[in-house]
DNA sequence: TCTCTTCCTGACCGTATGGTCAAGATGAAG
DNA sequence: CTTCATCTTGACCATACGGTCAGGAAGAGA
């Protein structure tokens, strides 16, 4: 509310170092956890001094919360491709497909939210009990439209859903643990597309979407 | 090797304390990450002094590597059953249950082991590149040879191994996520089945085995 | 130019943490 | 009982951390 966005070299500066202390922490965040992170390193990474990062982010924990938020914004609106597709070869298809792009994309952000979770979520406890519960419901609810018109067998949907968030957040969150055994090597872009393949195939015919 | 079992109220002294340690350890690793845990914090839950602690562990580095190793080694064995099956419905399908069974019994060990994967493995890198490689390498071996002989549809058999971990996984590492959209209550032993089935179900439609 | 607000930052502070140690308690062996 | 090794623990220490603050730099508006 409010905030005139006004545009002037003022604005500029605040949103340009919110950005480079967001990503900074975002990286640091995701490579030592909360608890190991420190504020010191983050204002290393971000090339500020560590005082400003408190002139734009009053503690730890709030600076911490932006960052889980932006995740789970992203997060959640990757699922916008499911609601308009004719059926689940397509929608789940198309979700898989988002979801692995985010992996990709954004690992960082990916394992700062999937600590924040396997630590009993203690900043967005209330999202989950919200947002992703009523998410959750609705995509469900979709899934099982799908079954009740025979487009896909019948599996439990929410246990859908958690598979497909395993399975496409594991290339984030276990990236280490698969580069190892890729060789020491990222993933290739025709890994990559062979990872999406995989996943698409066994999961698609799982469902008898295909 | 050697450290004769000679049974006697010393040793016992000694197991039953490093058990102690390790189990307070587990924990609070697990709720608070390596970064986020203090060693009187592990000594509270173990109810003992702090100092007793580094009597046992020297340092919270060598107490962290403990814990890592444990729940590697459990990891590992639960694949055991794959070995004799006579083809993928049974042998992937036990490997299922195995893998589910621990993330029921050891949500502690698992995340413990996730946060160190996520973080760059910074205490079992030596592992992933040897114990873990080979492992991995002769599980490949044995799926693929039950895709040459028919018995499967053709998957690539890492990927699939993947998939298999981070389902199974998924169920300790985001046990909390799921619980809160279970109403806040953690799985029954009914829906803990149901789960074990949907994942079993998925996955093997998926790979052609049933 | 002058004034006001926002931005920047080195120096500082209280606290909590990992780890140490010395002195005492407890069990084993003779 | 004596001796010795193992075990236990309160008190202590150096360090590193999150956070503060005062004073200066730099835009914005007139």
Redesign the pocket.
């Known amino acids: 509310m409010s905030t005139a966005p ?1 545009p ?7 949103a340009q ?1 919110e950005t480079l202390i967001l990503q900074a922490a975002e990286k640091v965040f995701a490579e030592a956890g909360f608890g190991g ?5 983050i204002a290393d990474v971000a090339g ?5 990062l ?3 982010f ?6 911490y919360r932006r960052v889980v938020q932006n995740i789970f914004e992203i997060w959640l609106h990757a699922a916008d491709v499911m609601d308009d597709a004719p059926g689940p070869a397509e929608g789940i298809g198309a979700y898989i497909e988002a979801k692995m792009e985010i992996s990709r994309r954004h690992p960082d952000g990916s394992k700062v939210w999937a600590s924040e979770v396997m630590h009993g979520a203690p900043v967005i406890q209330d999202y989950l009990e919200t947002t992703l519960r009523d998410w959750t419901t609705g995509r469900a609810g979709l899934i099982q439209r799908w079954i009740d018109e025979g487009k896909m067998a019948q599996v439990d949907p929410e246990h859908l859903l958690y598979m497909l968030w395993a399975t496409t957040q594991h290339y984030a969150d276990f990236g280490h643990q698969i580069e190892t055994l890729n060789g020491g090597k990222p993933l290739t872009d025709t890994q990559w597309k062979a990872a999406k393949a995989s996943v698409k195939q066994i999961i698609l015919r799982g469902i008898g979407a295909i």
């Open positions: 006004r002037s070299r003022r604005n500029e500066i605040r170092n992170a420190t504020m010191q390193l500020l001094p560590k005082a400003n408190h002139y734009y009053a503690t730890k924990e709030d600076l």
